[in-house]
C-alpha cells in the first residue's frame, strides 16, 4: 500500500533501529529495489558496526520509516580520481 505525504505533515529524520527493518523492506520494494527482511536486517547490521556509514528514516505522522537516507562518510583522499 502506497501512501502519500501531504502539505502541512510532519517529518522527522532520525537514525534507523533494527525495529524498522520491515517497513524498510517495503519501502526498498515500492522503489524496485527489491530484498529480503533477512537482506535488509544484514545490511543494516553491517552499518551499526560501521562509524562511516549510518542510515536515517524519516517519519511522517503516524507513518513510521516512510523514506530512508543512506550515507558514507569517505576520506578525501581515498576518493578514487
Known sequence: MEQ???RGEEMQLRKMDFGD???V???CSQIRY?????????RFQRIVRSCEHQIFVADIDE???????YMASIPYDRIPT
Open 4 to 6: 502519500e505525504c501531504q
Open 63 to 69: 507513518i513510521s520509516a516512510y523514506g530512508r537516507i
Open 34 to 42: 527489491p530484498a529480503l527482511t533477512e537482506q535488509i536486517k544484514e
Open 21 to 23: 527493518v520491515e517497513q
Open 25 to 27: 523492506t517495503r519501502l
